[in-house]
């Protein structure tokens, strides 16, 4: 990516398999962290790195599902899948 501004807003899809778990299985509480680095140039030419945690608990689809669906933001999924689907219509070859 070559720039960001106040108005740029990115998307982060991960499809985690069943078979590619980290945790081992029966672990309680296990926590997710995600880490973003944004290096960039500050106005004086000095070179910067910002780095961003993001954490939250890791929820098993099918022991508490409510939990799941409490963090879901719908209207977002929606338009990450139509932005995907043009994407590979796009870059498809007929």
Do not use: H
């Not at 398999?17 to 926590?31: F, I, L, V």
């Not at 939990?67 to 219509?89: C, H, N, P, W, Y």
């Amino acid at each position: 990516m070559c720039g960001l501004d106040r108005s740029t807003c990115l998307s982060v899809l991960f499809d985690i398999s069943s078979t590619e778990r980290s945790n081992a299985p029966g672990a309680a509480n296990s926590q997710l962290y995600l880490q973003f680095l944004t290096s960039y140039q500050d106005s004086d030419g000095k070179s910067m790195l910002r780095v961003t945690t993001v954490t939250r608990r890791w929820v098993e689809n099918a022991v508490s599902t409510e939990e799941l669906v409490q963090g879901f933001d719908q209207e977002t999924a929606a338009v990450v899948m139509a932005r995907i689907t043009s994407l590979k219509m796009e870059m498809e070859v007929i």
